[in-house]
């Protein structure tokens, strides 16, 4: 099964919804959870809109970071879910754009994930507290002459994982200013390129389902896009398939 969305989106959006299913685009700027009881977050926001369900986060995507989130709304899916990780058949494709280029056109990161000493709230590639062994599998995608977009798919889920890997591979994500990466390009013509925030989108999501294999899609949002369309990119280079 594959559902495929075409719209951008500045608020949530329900992709798909079933017994067992919620699947949402968050935009950027949104946390999926918050510890506050009165912050806006993702959470909330399915609470408020889709009031009466049990829904889980199966995954949280960094507040800067649009795209996927898969809720589960009972148990059982929950497992199956986990399940699905455990066996390697649960897939995430993110999209990122980078300035700087790959020594290899694709591989795997596999840097453990520990607390930076110098803030909690930021991470590390390498030996550490909490180190956490982690996974990114990445691809070269479609180039212009001052910029990169990458194909990430994590294999583990690591807090900032994507981004502290991309940094230490030496292609930190554009507007990524925690992780090294540039806020904004200059071009030969003048005209000045800007991230106003973390070039990093969750585009798809596939797991083995008891109907079948599901599958789900959506571009990355407008900003992401006029970013990468102003780099020298086309909206074509976004296709996953």
């Known amino acids: 099964m594959l559902v495929s969305v075409l719209v951008p989106v ?3 959006q329900i992709i798909h919804q079933d ?19 009165t912050d806006p ?10 009031p009466g369900l049990d829904a889980h986060p199966t995954s949280r995507l960094d507040s800067p970071v649009s795209g996927l989130v898969t809720f589960a709304l009972n148990r059982a899916a929950n497992r199956r879910l986990l399940d699905a990780r455990r066996a390697g058949s ?7 754009i980078t300035l700087h280029e790959l020594d290899t056109q694709q591989g795997v990161w596999e840097w453990p994930i520990s607390v930076d000493p110098k803030s909690s709230k930021k991470r590390i590639a390498g030996p ?11 691809e070269a995608g479609a ?14 889920g690591r807090t900032h994982q994507i981004r502290v890997h991309a940094a230490k591979a030496g292609v930190p994500l554009f507007g990524d200013h925690a992780y090294q990466g540039e806020r904004r390009l200059a071009l030969d013509d003048g005209t000045v390129v800007t991230a106003r925030r973390v070039m990093l989108h969750c ?9 079948g294999f599901m599958q789900f899609e959506v ?19 976004f296709d996953l398939v």
């Open 19 to 37: 017994a067992d299913l919620l699947i949402v685009h968050k935009p950027s700027g949104l946390p999926t959870t918050s510890p506050s009881p």
């Open 10 to 12: 500045s608020d949530p």
């Open 90 to 96: 649960y897939e995430r494709v993110y999209l990122g």
């Open 203 to 211: 585009a798809k999501v596939g797991f083995a389902w008891s109907s």
């Open 41 to 50: 977050c993702l959470v909330r926001w399915v609470e408020e809109h889709v």
């Open 128 to 138: 550490g507290r909490g180190k956490r062994e982690a996974r990114t599998r990445y």
């Open 143 to 156: 180039r212009t002459p001052r910029a990169m977009l990458l194909r990430l798919m994590p294999e583990t």
């Open 219 to 237: 571009p990355p949002p407008a900003d992401m896009e006029r970013v990468w369309i102003g780099l020298g990119g086309g909206r074509s280079d």
